[in-house]
Protein backbone atom coordinates (compact mmCIF):
# COMPACT_ATOMS: atom_id res chain seq x y z
CA UNK A 1 0.00 0.00 0.00
CA UNK A 2 1.69 3.26 -1.18
CA UNK A 3 1.53 6.40 1.10
CA UNK A 4 -1.20 8.17 -1.38
CA UNK A 5 -3.68 5.60 -0.70
CA UNK A 6 -2.84 4.93 2.84
CA UNK A 7 -3.06 8.50 3.39
CA UNK A 8 -6.71 8.44 2.33
CA UNK A 9 -7.68 5.25 3.49
CA UNK A 10 -7.06 7.25 6.64
CA UNK A 11 -8.72 10.17 5.49
CA UNK A 12 -11.54 8.77 5.55
CA UNK A 13 -11.89 6.24 8.36
CA UNK A 14 -11.21 9.62 10.05
CA UNK A 15 -14.28 11.02 8.24
CA UNK A 16 -16.61 8.31 8.96
CA UNK A 17 -15.75 8.52 12.43
CA UNK A 18 -16.51 12.33 12.65
CA UNK A 19 -19.63 11.81 10.91
CA UNK A 20 -20.87 8.62 13.39
CA UNK A 21 -20.32 10.99 16.11
CA UNK A 22 -22.26 13.32 14.91
CA UNK A 23 -25.19 11.00 14.04
CA UNK A 24 -24.82 9.71 18.08
CA UNK A 25 -25.12 13.30 19.58
CA UNK A 26 -27.72 14.68 18.12
CA UNK A 27 -30.18 11.66 17.93
CA UNK A 28 -30.30 11.78 22.45
CA UNK A 29 -30.65 15.65 21.45
CA UNK A 30 -33.65 14.52 18.73
CA UNK A 31 -34.95 12.39 21.16
CA UNK A 32 -35.18 15.47 24.09
CA UNK A 33 -36.63 17.75 21.44
CA UNK A 34 -38.95 15.41 20.41
CA UNK A 35 -40.21 14.52 24.39
CA UNK A 36 -40.47 17.92 24.99
CA UNK A 37 -42.95 18.77 21.97
CA UNK A 38 -44.92 15.97 23.08
CA UNK A 39 -44.90 16.92 26.24
CA UNK A 40 -45.78 20.87 25.04
CA UNK A 41 -48.79 19.23 23.09
CA UNK A 42 -50.27 17.35 25.79
CA UNK A 43 -50.18 20.09 27.84
CA UNK A 44 -51.91 22.74 25.71
CA UNK A 45 -54.07 20.20 24.38
CA UNK A 46 -55.22 19.07 28.08
CA UNK A 47 -55.80 23.10 29.04
CA UNK A 48 -57.50 24.01 25.86
CA UNK A 49 -60.18 20.70 25.58
CA UNK A 50 -60.63 21.26 29.52
CA UNK A 51 -61.61 24.98 28.55
CA UNK A 52 -63.20 24.52 25.44
CA UNK A 53 -64.37 21.64 24.74
CA UNK A 54 -62.96 18.85 22.10
CA UNK A 55 -64.07 20.69 19.01
CA UNK A 56 -60.67 22.55 19.55
CA UNK A 57 -58.75 22.94 16.34
CA UNK A 58 -55.61 20.93 15.61
CA UNK A 59 -53.87 24.01 14.68
CA UNK A 60 -54.96 26.17 18.06
CA UNK A 61 -53.80 23.61 20.00
CA UNK A 62 -50.25 23.98 17.96
CA UNK A 63 -49.76 27.01 18.44
CA UNK A 64 -50.95 27.03 22.03
CA UNK A 65 -47.91 23.94 22.27
CA UNK A 66 -45.51 26.65 20.61
CA UNK A 67 -44.60 23.84 17.60
CA UNK A 68 -45.93 23.47 14.27
CA UNK A 69 -48.41 21.97 12.67
CA UNK A 70 -46.82 19.16 11.07
CA UNK A 71 -45.15 18.34 14.39
CA UNK A 72 -48.07 17.97 16.23
CA UNK A 73 -49.28 15.76 13.60
CA UNK A 74 -46.19 13.34 13.71
CA UNK A 75 -46.98 12.75 17.49
CA UNK A 76 -50.96 12.34 17.41
CA UNK A 77 -51.69 11.99 13.57
CA UNK A 78 -55.87 12.43 14.36
CA UNK A 79 -57.24 14.10 17.01
CA UNK A 80 -58.50 10.67 19.04
CA UNK A 81 -55.03 10.04 19.19
CA UNK A 82 -54.73 13.05 20.78
CA UNK A 83 -57.21 12.78 23.00
CA UNK A 84 -56.30 9.38 23.81
CA UNK A 85 -52.96 10.80 24.85
CA UNK A 86 -54.35 13.34 27.24
CA UNK A 87 -55.84 10.53 28.93
CA UNK A 88 -53.45 8.26 28.81
CA UNK A 89 -51.00 10.58 30.29
CA UNK A 90 -53.93 11.52 33.21
CA UNK A 91 -54.20 7.59 33.59
CA UNK A 92 -50.00 7.40 34.00
CA UNK A 93 -50.03 9.83 36.88
CA UNK A 94 -53.21 8.48 38.60
CA UNK A 95 -51.81 4.71 38.90
CA UNK A 96 -48.56 5.83 40.08
CA UNK A 97 -50.24 7.61 43.09
CA UNK A 98 -52.78 4.48 43.34
CA UNK A 99 -49.35 2.43 43.19
CA UNK A 100 -47.52 4.56 46.31
CA UNK A 101 -50.47 4.29 48.14
CA UNK A 102 -49.79 0.97 48.16
CA UNK A 103 -46.76 0.88 48.85
CA UNK A 104 -47.42 2.98 52.35
CA UNK A 105 -49.29 0.65 53.23
CA UNK A 106 -47.39 -2.33 52.68
CA UNK A 107 -44.00 -0.65 54.02
CA UNK A 108 -46.47 0.18 57.23
CA UNK A 109 -46.12 4.01 56.65
CA UNK A 110 -50.08 4.51 56.44
CA UNK A 111 -52.92 2.48 57.07
CA UNK A 112 -55.34 0.94 54.35
CA UNK A 113 -57.95 3.14 55.94
CA UNK A 114 -56.29 5.71 55.35
CA UNK A 115 -55.36 5.49 51.82
CA UNK A 116 -58.89 5.01 51.59
CA UNK A 117 -59.75 8.31 52.51
CA UNK A 118 -56.95 10.01 50.92
CA UNK A 119 -58.63 8.36 47.77
CA UNK A 120 -61.76 9.61 48.32
CA UNK A 121 -59.94 13.44 49.28
CA UNK A 122 -57.77 13.64 46.09
CA UNK A 123 -61.25 12.52 44.11
CA UNK A 124 -63.33 15.51 45.57
CA UNK A 125 -60.66 17.92 45.92
CA UNK A 126 -57.83 17.39 44.52
CA UNK A 127 -58.25 16.02 41.08
CA UNK A 128 -61.05 18.76 39.64
CA UNK A 129 -58.77 19.01 36.33
CA UNK A 130 -58.97 15.32 35.87
CA UNK A 131 -62.70 15.20 36.96
CA UNK A 132 -62.89 18.37 33.58
CA UNK A 133 -61.41 16.27 31.40
CA UNK A 134 -63.24 13.08 31.85
CA UNK A 135 -66.48 15.19 31.11
CA UNK A 136 -64.57 17.03 28.36
CA UNK A 137 -64.06 13.88 26.68
CA UNK A 138 -67.23 11.88 27.51
CA UNK A 139 -67.66 9.27 24.81
CA UNK A 140 -64.23 10.09 23.30
CA UNK A 141 -61.73 8.28 24.55
CA UNK A 142 -63.33 5.31 26.38
CA UNK A 143 -60.36 2.79 26.44
CA UNK A 144 -57.90 4.64 27.94
CA UNK A 145 -60.60 5.46 30.25
CA UNK A 146 -61.41 1.80 30.99
CA UNK A 147 -57.95 1.34 31.60
CA UNK A 148 -57.54 3.72 34.77
CA UNK A 149 -60.74 2.40 35.93
CA UNK A 150 -59.57 -1.15 35.66
CA UNK A 151 -56.44 -0.11 37.38
CA UNK A 152 -57.87 1.74 40.27
CA UNK A 153 -60.53 -1.12 41.05
CA UNK A 154 -57.54 -3.27 41.24
CA UNK A 155 -55.84 -1.12 43.43
CA UNK A 156 -58.87 -0.65 45.83
CA UNK A 157 -59.74 -4.27 46.04
CA UNK A 158 -56.44 -4.58 47.63
CA UNK A 159 -56.85 -1.54 49.96
CA UNK A 160 -60.20 -3.08 50.87
CA UNK A 161 -59.22 -6.31 51.76
CA UNK A 162 -56.12 -4.76 53.93
CA UNK A 163 -58.97 -3.03 55.84
CA UNK A 164 -60.91 -5.78 56.39
CA UNK A 165 -57.97 -7.75 57.64
CA UNK A 166 -56.75 -4.97 60.43
CA UNK A 167 -60.61 -4.48 61.26
CA UNK A 168 -60.37 -0.60 60.04
CA UNK A 169 -63.18 -1.22 57.87
CA UNK A 170 -66.86 -2.40 58.54
CA UNK A 171 -66.91 -6.23 57.35
CA UNK A 172 -69.72 -5.15 54.76
CA UNK A 173 -68.10 -2.79 53.10
CA UNK A 174 -67.75 -3.74 49.59
CA UNK A 175 -65.44 -2.72 46.90
CA UNK A 176 -68.34 -1.56 44.94
CA UNK A 177 -69.07 0.67 47.90
CA UNK A 178 -66.11 2.51 47.36
CA UNK A 179 -66.46 2.69 43.81
CA UNK A 180 -70.05 4.03 44.53
CA UNK A 181 -68.71 6.72 46.74
CA UNK A 182 -65.74 7.85 44.25
CA UNK A 183 -68.43 8.13 41.49
CA UNK A 184 -70.97 10.21 43.06
CA UNK A 185 -68.46 12.34 44.97
CA UNK A 186 -69.60 16.01 45.16
CA UNK A 187 -68.40 18.26 42.03
CA UNK A 188 -67.52 22.03 41.97
CA UNK A 189 -70.87 22.82 42.48
CA UNK A 190 -70.60 21.81 46.26
CA UNK A 191 -69.15 24.43 48.37
CA UNK A 192 -65.54 23.25 49.49
CA UNK A 193 -67.14 23.43 53.23
CA UNK A 194 -69.91 20.91 51.86
CA UNK A 195 -67.02 18.59 50.27
CA UNK A 196 -65.16 18.05 53.46
CA UNK A 197 -68.90 17.75 55.48
CA UNK A 198 -69.19 14.75 52.58
CA UNK A 199 -65.75 13.74 53.42
CA UNK A 200 -66.26 13.10 56.82
CA UNK A 201 -69.80 11.55 56.59
CA UNK A 202 -68.27 8.88 54.34
CA UNK A 203 -65.41 8.44 56.28
CA UNK A 204 -67.74 7.53 58.92
CA UNK A 205 -70.15 5.37 57.18
CA UNK A 206 -66.85 3.39 56.11
CA UNK A 207 -65.14 2.83 59.27
CA UNK A 208 -66.24 1.82 63.21
CA UNK A 209 -62.70 4.03 64.22
CA UNK A 210 -62.54 7.53 65.30
CA UNK A 211 -61.44 10.32 63.00
CA UNK A 212 -57.83 11.13 63.09
CA UNK A 213 -58.66 14.22 64.46
CA UNK A 214 -60.61 13.19 66.77
CA UNK A 215 -59.59 12.77 70.91
CA UNK A 216 -60.29 10.66 73.75
CA UNK A 217 -60.29 11.39 76.59
CA UNK A 218 -59.15 8.48 79.22
Known amino acids: MNDWFRAKVNQSFMFTAREADGRMT???????DALRNREAILTAARGLVISRGPVIGMDE???AAGVAVGTLYRHFPTKKDLLDG???????????SLDEALARVGDGSASALDEIAALLRA??????????LRFAVAGLADEPF???QERGRAAVELLVARAHADGSLYPDVTVDDIILLL??????TVSHDGQLRWLALARRALSPLPEPSATTEG
Open 86 to 96: IVTEAGAVIGD
Open 26 to 32: GQPRRRA
Open 61 to 63: IAA
Open 146 to 148: REI
Open 183 to 188: STSPDD
Open 123 to 132: VVIDMRQERL
